[in-house]
């Protein structure tokens, strides 16, 4: 399989001394979804950024289908949809004239991008509200616009932060099919999540952070043979505590 993402030594510093992520490598291939755990402020969402080309200036590469991104940066992210932990849609907007929007960008055809808005839609329960403004949706309702949105024009590279927060059981099990079909297609979903549960049960791999660090990788399969994902982390963050002491 291809891999679609590259992180190598990857490291982030905001003041030019402490790494807010400390030599992180990881791959994701085609046709797998891959789960980025830590708590808040473990690094998570400054990795995320830093994929989708939002953050710069960083030590290490980023590839995207074997493109550097900071070479091939337009290139790299049109194979992309990242949808934060906290969209900001174009409120003055209508949900269908922002999503038509999103796939002008990507270029989608008229009927195909037709036939997958229904289908989406239909399936979020949000297709009757689509001609409304997005200044009147709620915040699930706006997750589910933006998840659309990204969906429309089946990106190569689907990166996620926080996807299931704001979303009701319903949605939440939609958005994981959505995943499922993408990856299926030979697409990989890259999501940063706090929730282990959902990560044990949808992801082929994981990667877990702490202090910027990855401290575990691997299968799903491989990680739970003798524990939960939940036990797992927890035991590397004790690891990870205990070695910071010893050091200190």
């Known amino acids: 399989m291809a891999t679609v993402l590259q992180l190598k030594d990857f490291t982030k510093s905001y003041d030019g001394q402490k790494p807010a992520v400390d030599h992180v490598s990881l791959e994701v291939e085609e046709g797998e979804i891959f ?129 299931f927060v704001g979303l009701d059981p319903k949605a939440s099990a939609v958005l994981k099919q959505e995943m499922r079909a993408l990856c299926a297609q030979g697409s990989a979903i890259f999501f940063s999540t706090h929730v282990l549960e959902v990560a044990e049960k949808l992801c082929d791999k994981v990667a877990m952070i702490d202090h910027g660090h990855i401290v575990v990788s691997g299968s799903v399969e491989e990680l739970t043979r003798e524990a939960s994902l939940e036990e797992v982390f927890l035991e590397q963050l004790e690891l990870a505590k205990a070695q910071v002491e010893s050091h200190a």
Not at 55 to 84: F, R, V
Not at 140 to 145: E, I, L, R, Y
């Open 35 to 163: 789960g980025f755990i830590g708590h808040n402020g473990a690094g998570k969402s400054t990795t995320i950024k830093s994929i989708v080309g939002i953050l710069s200036s960083h030590n290490g590469e980023i590839y995207i289908d074997g493109k550097t991104l900071w070479e091939a940066k337009k290139e790299c992210q049109k194979k992309m949809a990242y949808i934060p932990d906290n969209p900001d849609l174009y409120e003055y907007m209508t949900g269908i004239s922002y999503i038509n929007f999103i796939a002008d960008i990507y270029e989608v055809p008229t009927e195909v991008r037709t036939e997958r808005i229904e289908k989406i839609a239909d399936a979020f329960e949000i297709k009757e509200a689509l001609g409304d403004l997005i200044s009147s949706y709620s915040h699930g309702m706006k997750q589910k616009v933006a998840l659309i949105s990204a969906f429309v024009h089946q990106p190569r590279l689907l990166v996620l932060d926080e996807p």
